[in-house]
């Protein structure tokens, strides 16, 4: 799947990715980046990433900067 960075929380590493034609954003953490860090990315910035059931529900994984 593919998304835009949509909110970073740096001091926890985790953000959210805003996927066009998804009602809710996906949160990720940064465990589940793939070939970037977490303060190499931006908001806005464009990622691919695989979608992952969580008992908090969706969330995203392998997520890498395109």
């Known amino acids: 799947m593919e998304g835009t ?3 970073l929380v ?3 590493n985790f953000g959210f990715i805003s996927v066009e034609g998804e009602e809710k954003d996906l949160f990720f953490h940064a465990n589940e980046l ?3 860090t977490f303060s ?3 908001v806005g ?3 691919s990433f695989d979608k992952a059931d969580s ?3 969706p ?3 392998n997520v890498m900067k395109m």
């Open 45 to 47: 910035d464009k990622v």
């Open 40 to 42: 190499e990315l931006k």
């Open 59 to 61: 969330n995203a994984i």
């Open 34 to 36: 793939k070939d970037v």
């Open 55 to 57: 008992p908090k529900g």
């Open 10 to 12: 740096q001091d926890k």
């Open 5 to 7: 960075i949509k909110n």
